[in-house]
């Protein structure tokens, strides 16, 4: 009995002791959840803090077309509605990743124990509500250490309850898919469609859908770009779950599972896709604008986490067409340039010694992310030179793709200086609007910009000026004869140091000719006769009227080019011609968008009014001269001419310049219709690099291809509407410019009398 009674006692104290241990249990883990939720196992987010969830939302760069060209992002995020994911997406991310979803507030009662006795693993446990809150305030990666990860986990579940309060069920399913990391900088579901398949998400396919849900579980694992079998394999797993879970049939799923992952992957980078130099010029443009536009509370904007929208001038057609114009003709030129410099001493540079050489290799070292790096190191100036003498592995660019070569640092800058860059810029001259920037040729390699950054000489293109300025003020018109004949500026005049007798490029005369003529073949001599009339002051203030911004200086050479001057700045004052008259300064944004929609600011252009517009108007027809009859002729062309395919014959009024500096070390070709002005530069970054021959370096063959590649591709789509019409010509034109009709007895005598006073005093 004393047995009996002894084990009945002692029972009844293990019952005792169980509900002591359970109620301390239950009470342990409710304080676990209170002191959570009160803060003491780390910072909680506040309500504030849920309603507005701290994300690192990308700045999306918008061209004009509503297309965006790039992003300013630490994280490449841009969040999508709800609305703007396809059912398909929804359906397949809840059937594999949270079939209860609908049913649980946050937590899901299995899921849990599953946690629980998976301690410090997911394994898929965690709900969509979970994993957000995971994502979203302490990072997607839990701890190794058993207790940390307990403590990691309670706090999951407090957030997820308190998200499930704040926010709907759809709301939750687009902040989750907006928060994951698809690998190949793309975060969110947005830019890992625009990523891999260059869609929206609600173009997605139900397959590419399930791509990306099967990719959740580990992006880099299940990356379709890196492992294609691997990735469908999985995608299969995600269709199989669709149809567990109701959304598919057994018939879609096998058809589906069939179906080859065909990607259109187009990384995006700093460095990489469309309109790259723009880019980074717009940065640099944002970083100054950040410090003088701050934010309500007064901080500074942050670009690359704010989520701005910056919509541009820039036509996300026209750089296309632009940037493949700048690769054919190139590719072609590149080829050539090789070809003749291979063998030749000192290549690719021309006329220099080997010491003049070896100082611009040694330069080049100098500026190099390797000799940094070795310097920081502490290595001696010889120690780091050696180092360029020893072979390694690289990859090179090359027109034809990236490619894989062992060669000396040393060689791979001289074999860098052998490539042709370029500057090209078009602007709508009535708005000042930049359709196009292309600051060179590839900017992971080159990151010089030779449209904002680099001036370099502008050879013949800098003679319009000269004939504005002959024409505005002596009241000349293009009509108006003047004698090719040879034409010294004696020592002292304009304050040159010696005599000045300036030959034409081809070495001949051609007595009487008119402006027209003379500007159409670029005649030095004319030039020099009208800037000998004029005076150089006159002229640079002309320019600088005109919008250039560079240095030119005040002597008579720089009537046959003899300036440094940017393309952008080239573009704007020939659009003044183009409009009327009017100056609009060259502008690249039309307004800044914070993440709400709310408009920070709106960009309005600035314009002056330069010349009249007759002169304005007699300027365009000197230039269309150029391509009619002159050296920008070749436009009219159609077949193949020496390198240059001439897949164009245009027949419509086009305005132009074409310009060669000394050497051919610069090309160039401005050309012009109603509504586009188009700048083009071509040359090598270094000017001791250029072409041997004028035939393959003058700017017609050069950079006028281009001009001729890119305006067809826009001719041929409509969308564009680029004008083939003539250019608006003044009421009561003042001034002759149509020098093939007949004109009355007055003005006959009027030109008459100007040909006298040019054959006499020039």
Not at 405 to 434: C, N, V, W
Not at 586 to 594: C, E, G, L, Q, S
Request: proline residues 4%; neutral net charge; charged residues 25%.
């Amino acid at each position: 009995m004393a047995t009996k009674k002894t084990e009945k006692q002692n029972f009844s104290k293990y019952i005792k002791w169980f509900w002591k241990a359970f109620i301390i249990g239950i009470l342990f883990i409710v304080m676990l959840f209170l002191f959570a939720s009160w803060g003491f196992f780390g910072e909680m987010p506040s309500f504030e803090k849920l309603e507005n969830p701290d994300s690192n939302i990308a700045t999306e760069i918008i061209a004009s077309d509503g297309e965006v060209i790039g992003k300013f992002y630490a994280e490449n995020r841009v969040p999508v509605k709800f609305e703007d994911l396809p059912p398909h997406l929804v359906n397949a991310l809840v059937a594999t990743e949270d079939e209860r979803f609908y049913e649980h507030s946050g937590i899901d009662a299995r899921g849990t124990f599953r946690a629980v006795v998976k301690l410090g693993q997911d394994g898929g446990a965690s709900t969509i509500t979970q994993q957000l809150a995971k994502n979203l305030f302490h990072g997607s990666d839990g701890s190794r250490n058993i207790v940390i990860r307990i403590l990691q986990k309670v706090k999951e579940w407090v957030i997820a309850v308190r998200l499930e309060r704040q926010y709907t069920k759809n709301e939750i399913l687009a902040m989750y898919l907006n928060q994951v990391d698809f690998v190949n900088h793309a975060i969110g579901i947005r830019s890992a469609s625009k990523i891999y398949f260059n869609k929206e998400p609600k173009d997605l396919k139900i397959e590419e859908a399930a791509v990306f849900v099967g990719m959740l579980t580990n992006p880099s694992r299940f990356n379709p770009n890196r492992f294609p079998e691997r990735a469908t394999t999985r995608r299969n797993v995600v269709l199989a779950q669709m149809v567990r879970s109701g959304f598919l049939t057994e018939e879609q799923k096998t058809e589906l599972q069939k179906t080859p992952i065909v990607l259109d992957f187009k990384p995006e980078s700093h460095d990489q896709g469309s309109a790259t130099y723009f880019r980074e010029y717009l940065r640099d443009f944002m970083k100054k604008w950040v410090k003088e536009h701050k934010k309500p509370d007064g901080s500074e904007y942050d670009i690359y986490r704010d989520g701005l929208k910056i919509y541009t001038t820039i036509d996300s057609k026209m750089q296309k067409y632009a940037e493949e114009a700048v690769k054919e003709h190139l590719t072609i030129l590149q080829a050539k340039f090789f070809e003749l410099a291979k063998g030749k001493k000192n290549a690719p540079f021309v006329n220099i010694t080997q010491d003049q050489t070896d100082k611009i290799i040694k330069s080049a070292m100098k500026t190099s992310e390797r000799w940094r790096l070795l310097k920081e190191d502490g290595k001696s100036e010889e120690e780091i030179i050696k180092s360029f003498d020893v072979k390694r592995k690289m990859r090179v660019f090359t027109w034809q793709g990236e490619r894989d070569t062992i060669m000396t640092p040393r060689d791979s800058i001289i074999y860098y200086k052998h490539f042709l860059q370029t500057g090209m810029m078009a602007m709508e001259p009535q708005t000042g609007h930049i359709k196009v920037w292309v600051g060179g040729v590839d900017y992971k390699y080159f990151q010089y910009d030779h449209v904002g950054q680099g001036a370099r000489q502008v050879g013949s293109t800098f003679k319009p000026f000269v004939y504005s300025t002959a024409i505005e003020q002596l009241g000349m018109s293009p009509c108006d004869s003047i004698i090719d004949g040879p034409f010294t500026m004696p020592k002292g005049k304009w304050g040159i140091d010696e005599a000045w007798s300036p030959r034409n490029s081809d070495g001949k005369f051609r007595d009487m000719i008119t402006l027209k003529q003379a500007l159409a073949n670029s005649i030095n001599t004319v030039s020099a006769k009208l800037m000998d009339r004029v005076g150089p002051k006159a002229v640079v203030d002309m320019a600088h009227d005109l919008g250039v911004t560079s240095e030119i200086p005040e002597q008579p050479a720089i009537a046959l080019g003899a300036v440094d001057i940017t393309v952008s700045e080239m573009v704007g004052a020939f659009g003044t011609f183009a409009n009327q008259g009017v100056y609009i300064k060259p502008n690249f944004i039309t307004k800044i968008v914070d993440k709400n929609g709310v408009t920070l600011q709106q960009f309005i252009p600035e314009s002056k009014d330069v010349m009249n517009k007759d002169v304005a108007y007699a300027i365009v027809k000197l230039l269309e001269g150029v391509t009619e009859s002159g050296t920008g002729q070749r436009l009219r062309w159609g077949g193949v001419s020496g390198l240059t395919q001439y897949k164009y014959a245009f027949t419509n009024k086009i305005a132009g310049k074409t310009g060669t500096s000394q050497n051919n070390s610069d090309g160039w070709f401005i050309g012009m219709v109603p509504n586009l002005v188009t700048g083009i530069w071509v040359g090598n970054d270094d000017r001791a690099a250029h072409f041997r021959q004028t035939l393959y370096g003058q700017g017609a063959c050069t950079s006028l291809p281009i001009w001729g590649l890119f305006m067809d591709k826009c001719y041929k789509d409509k969308d564009l509407s680029v004008s083939k019409g003539e250019f608006e010509r003044p009421k009561d034109l003042s001034i002759r410019v149509d020098c093939w009709k007949k004109v009355e007895a007055d003005t006959t005598a009027t030109i008459e009398e100007q040909t006298e006073m040019d054959e006499f005093d020039f």
